[in-house]
Protein backbone atom coordinates (compact mmCIF):
# COMPACT_ATOMS: atom_id res chain seq x y z
CA UNK A 1 0.00 0.00 0.00
CA UNK A 2 1.44 3.85 -0.94
CA UNK A 3 1.33 5.78 2.02
CA UNK A 4 0.74 9.12 2.05
CA UNK A 5 3.00 11.67 3.87
CA UNK A 6 1.97 15.42 4.24
CA UNK A 7 4.40 17.79 2.90
CA UNK A 8 5.98 20.45 5.21
CA UNK A 9 3.26 19.12 7.66
CA UNK A 10 -0.57 19.48 6.67
CA UNK A 11 0.40 22.80 4.90
CA UNK A 12 -2.84 22.91 2.91
CA UNK A 13 -4.87 23.33 6.42
CA UNK A 14 -2.18 25.17 8.68
CA UNK A 15 1.02 27.10 8.15
CA UNK A 16 4.06 24.99 6.40
CA UNK A 17 6.59 23.84 9.01
CA UNK A 18 4.86 24.83 12.24
CA UNK A 19 3.60 23.36 15.29
CA UNK A 20 -0.11 23.60 14.20
CA UNK A 21 0.80 21.81 10.71
CA UNK A 22 2.35 19.04 12.14
CA UNK A 23 -0.26 18.40 15.05
CA UNK A 24 -2.70 18.54 11.77
CA UNK A 25 -0.35 15.42 10.66
CA UNK A 26 -1.34 13.77 14.11
CA UNK A 27 -5.10 14.76 13.81
CA UNK A 28 -5.19 13.00 10.35
CA UNK A 29 -3.86 9.98 11.19
CA UNK A 30 -1.44 10.17 8.37
CA UNK A 31 1.59 7.77 8.54
CA UNK A 32 4.30 10.29 7.66
CA UNK A 33 5.57 13.76 7.55
CA UNK A 34 8.44 15.54 5.83
CA UNK A 35 9.40 19.08 6.76
CA UNK A 36 12.75 21.21 6.17
CA UNK A 37 15.07 22.76 8.87
CA UNK A 38 17.78 25.29 8.38
CA UNK A 39 19.96 27.12 11.42
CA UNK A 40 19.70 30.00 12.96
CA UNK A 41 21.93 32.74 13.56
CA UNK A 42 22.71 31.46 17.24
CA UNK A 43 22.73 27.61 16.12
CA UNK A 44 19.68 26.50 16.71
CA UNK A 45 17.96 24.07 14.20
CA UNK A 46 14.45 25.88 12.86
CA UNK A 47 11.79 24.44 10.62
CA UNK A 48 11.57 26.47 7.50
CA UNK A 49 11.55 25.38 3.84
CA UNK A 50 13.18 29.11 2.36
CA UNK A 51 16.17 30.55 3.21
CA UNK A 52 14.75 33.72 4.13
CA UNK A 53 11.68 34.09 6.43
CA UNK A 54 10.16 37.16 4.30
CA UNK A 55 7.80 34.84 2.08
CA UNK A 56 6.07 32.96 5.33
CA UNK A 57 6.78 35.61 7.83
CA UNK A 58 5.80 39.26 8.63
CA UNK A 59 9.79 39.47 8.90
CA UNK A 60 12.30 39.98 6.77
CA UNK A 61 16.05 38.83 6.50
CA UNK A 62 18.09 35.39 5.88
CA UNK A 63 17.22 32.60 8.27
CA UNK A 64 21.33 32.06 8.94
CA UNK A 65 21.75 35.60 9.74
CA UNK A 66 18.80 35.75 12.57
CA UNK A 67 19.35 34.53 15.93
CA UNK A 68 16.37 32.17 17.33
CA UNK A 69 15.21 35.30 20.07
CA UNK A 70 14.61 37.08 16.41
CA UNK A 71 12.55 34.56 14.49
CA UNK A 72 10.22 33.94 17.61
CA UNK A 73 9.70 37.59 16.85
CA UNK A 74 8.05 36.93 13.47
CA UNK A 75 4.33 35.88 12.68
CA UNK A 76 4.32 32.59 10.95
CA UNK A 77 0.47 32.58 10.23
CA UNK A 78 1.43 33.11 6.39
CA UNK A 79 -2.15 34.67 5.72
CA UNK A 80 -4.19 31.57 7.20
CA UNK A 81 -7.38 32.33 8.30
CA UNK A 82 -8.16 32.30 12.16
CA UNK A 83 -4.14 31.66 12.87
CA UNK A 84 -2.24 34.99 14.59
CA UNK A 85 1.02 34.57 16.15
CA UNK A 86 2.36 31.38 15.37
CA UNK A 87 6.19 30.76 16.14
CA UNK A 88 8.74 29.00 14.26
CA UNK A 89 9.18 26.26 15.84
CA UNK A 90 12.89 24.29 16.76
CA UNK A 91 13.04 20.80 15.23
CA UNK A 92 12.69 19.23 18.90
CA UNK A 93 9.46 21.23 19.36
CA UNK A 94 8.47 19.50 16.11
CA UNK A 95 10.10 16.29 17.33
CA UNK A 96 7.76 16.21 20.35
CA UNK A 97 4.61 16.51 18.65
CA UNK A 98 5.73 13.01 17.05
CA UNK A 99 6.06 11.69 20.40
CA UNK A 100 3.90 8.35 21.21
CA UNK A 101 3.10 8.25 17.45
CA UNK A 102 4.19 5.76 14.69
CA UNK A 103 4.49 8.73 12.18
CA UNK A 104 7.46 8.34 10.03
CA UNK A 105 9.20 11.91 10.33
CA UNK A 106 11.05 12.93 7.01
CA UNK A 107 14.22 15.79 8.07
CA UNK A 108 14.86 17.59 4.69
CA UNK A 109 18.12 19.31 5.25
CA UNK A 110 17.67 22.53 3.49
CA UNK A 111 21.71 23.38 3.12
CA UNK A 112 22.03 23.65 -0.71
CA UNK A 113 22.65 27.02 -0.54
CA UNK A 114 23.67 27.61 2.73
CA UNK A 115 25.58 24.81 3.72
CA UNK A 116 25.62 25.33 7.70
CA UNK A 117 28.76 22.87 8.64
CA UNK A 118 28.25 20.42 11.03
CA UNK A 119 24.18 20.46 10.99
CA UNK A 120 23.69 16.47 10.16
CA UNK A 121 25.33 15.38 13.66
CA UNK A 122 23.46 17.99 15.17
CA UNK A 123 20.71 16.96 13.79
CA UNK A 124 20.88 13.33 14.69
CA UNK A 125 21.86 14.74 18.47
CA UNK A 126 18.60 16.46 18.45
CA UNK A 127 16.56 13.16 16.94
CA UNK A 128 18.55 10.51 19.65
CA UNK A 129 17.54 13.13 22.57
CA UNK A 130 14.40 13.03 21.74
CA UNK A 131 13.80 9.64 21.44
CA UNK A 132 13.08 9.21 17.94
CA UNK A 133 15.98 8.09 15.85
CA UNK A 134 13.95 4.46 14.75
CA UNK A 135 11.29 7.02 13.33
CA UNK A 136 13.20 9.48 11.49
CA UNK A 137 14.68 9.90 7.78
CA UNK A 138 16.49 12.50 6.99
CA UNK A 139 16.68 13.63 2.95
CA UNK A 140 18.29 16.61 0.84
CA UNK A 141 19.34 17.35 -2.33
CA UNK A 142 22.87 18.12 -0.66
CA UNK A 143 24.13 14.62 -1.23
CA UNK A 144 27.25 15.30 0.60
CA UNK A 145 25.31 16.25 3.70
CA UNK A 146 23.66 12.96 3.37
CA UNK A 147 27.26 10.92 2.93
CA UNK A 148 28.01 12.74 6.20
CA UNK A 149 25.68 10.46 7.86
CA UNK A 150 26.89 7.46 6.46
CA UNK A 151 28.11 5.43 9.53
CA UNK A 152 25.51 7.43 12.34
CA UNK A 153 22.40 5.86 10.40
CA UNK A 154 20.95 3.17 8.93
CA UNK A 155 20.43 3.23 4.89
CA UNK A 156 17.12 2.74 5.30
CA UNK A 157 16.65 6.37 7.24
CA UNK A 158 19.43 8.36 4.55
CA UNK A 159 17.28 9.79 1.34
CA UNK A 160 18.22 11.27 -1.68
CA UNK A 161 16.22 13.85 -3.29
CA UNK A 162 16.40 13.85 -6.87
CA UNK A 163 15.35 16.33 -9.54
CA UNK A 164 17.03 15.86 -12.64
CA UNK A 165 17.07 12.69 -14.89
CA UNK A 166 19.56 10.95 -13.10
CA UNK A 167 20.69 7.49 -15.31
CA UNK A 168 20.01 4.52 -12.95
CA UNK A 169 19.56 6.38 -9.84
CA UNK A 170 18.94 2.79 -8.10
CA UNK A 171 22.36 1.65 -8.59
CA UNK A 172 24.00 5.29 -7.45
CA UNK A 173 21.75 4.68 -4.07
CA UNK A 174 22.74 1.34 -3.68
CA UNK A 175 26.20 2.46 -4.11
CA UNK A 176 25.78 5.75 -1.92
CA UNK A 177 24.56 3.24 0.55
CA UNK A 178 21.02 5.18 0.88
CA UNK A 179 17.71 3.23 1.18
CA UNK A 180 15.66 5.40 -0.45
CA UNK A 181 15.22 7.95 -3.42
CA UNK A 182 13.36 10.64 -3.31
CA UNK A 183 12.10 11.78 -7.25
CA UNK A 184 10.05 14.12 -8.41
CA UNK A 185 7.11 13.03 -9.79
CA UNK A 186 8.19 13.74 -13.39
CA UNK A 187 11.02 11.08 -13.12
CA UNK A 188 8.43 8.83 -12.79
CA UNK A 189 7.86 8.95 -16.71
CA UNK A 190 10.88 6.43 -17.19
CA UNK A 191 9.63 3.15 -17.82
CA UNK A 192 10.00 0.66 -15.45
CA UNK A 193 11.37 2.93 -12.66
CA UNK A 194 9.76 1.98 -9.63
CA UNK A 195 9.97 -1.55 -10.11
CA UNK A 196 13.45 -1.07 -11.27
CA UNK A 197 14.32 0.68 -8.13
CA UNK A 198 12.72 -1.97 -5.80
CA UNK A 199 14.38 -4.91 -7.54
CA UNK A 200 17.61 -2.60 -6.17
CA UNK A 201 16.38 -2.61 -2.18
CA UNK A 202 15.96 0.72 -2.79
CA UNK A 203 12.43 2.53 -1.76
CA UNK A 204 10.76 5.72 -3.98
CA UNK A 205 9.03 8.62 -2.20
CA UNK A 206 8.01 10.63 -4.99
CA UNK A 207 6.91 14.29 -4.76
CA UNK A 208 4.85 16.77 -4.37
CA UNK A 209 1.47 15.34 -5.71
CA UNK A 210 -1.88 17.08 -5.08
CA UNK A 211 -3.38 15.41 -7.68
CA UNK A 212 -5.67 12.44 -7.48
CA UNK A 213 -5.65 11.20 -10.70
CA UNK A 214 -1.61 11.11 -10.71
CA UNK A 215 -1.32 9.98 -7.28
CA UNK A 216 -3.25 6.90 -8.06
CA UNK A 217 -1.33 6.80 -11.41
CA UNK A 218 1.87 6.72 -9.05
CA UNK A 219 0.60 4.47 -6.92
CA UNK A 220 -0.13 1.90 -9.84
CA UNK A 221 3.64 1.87 -10.49
CA UNK A 222 3.96 1.02 -6.75
CA UNK A 223 5.73 4.22 -5.16
CA UNK A 224 6.14 3.03 -1.59
CA UNK A 225 5.05 6.97 -0.89
CA UNK A 226 3.12 10.12 -1.86
CA UNK A 227 4.35 12.98 -0.39
CA UNK A 228 1.71 16.06 -0.57
CA UNK A 229 0.22 19.28 0.58
CA UNK A 230 -3.06 17.41 0.53
CA UNK A 231 -2.41 14.19 1.69
CA UNK A 232 -5.72 13.53 3.51
CA UNK A 233 -7.61 13.79 0.53
CA UNK A 234 -4.94 11.53 -1.68
CA UNK A 235 -5.27 8.97 0.58
CA UNK A 236 -9.10 8.89 0.14
CA UNK A 237 -8.38 8.78 -3.44
CA UNK A 238 -6.30 5.64 -3.10
CA UNK A 239 -8.40 3.84 -0.75
CA UNK A 240 -11.49 5.09 -3.29
CA UNK A 241 -9.82 5.14 -6.67
CA UNK A 242 -12.06 5.93 -9.57
CA UNK A 243 -10.48 5.01 -13.07
Not at 69 to 82: A, T
Not at 86 to 93: C, D, G, N
Not at 126 to 142: H, P, T, Y
Amino acid sequence: MTETWAHRGASAYAPENTLPAFEEVVRLGLPGVEFDVQRSADGAIVCIHDETVNRTSNGFGRVVDLPLEELRRCDFSNGFPGRHGVKIPTLREALDVFQGTNVTVNIELKNGIELYPGMEDQVVRIVRDAGLLDQVVISSLNHYSIANLRGHLAASQMALILTDGIVDPWRYASWFGAGAIHPHRLALRIPDYVWLAHEAGIKVRAWTIDDDAEAIRLAGLGVDAIISNLPDRVRDALRHPVY
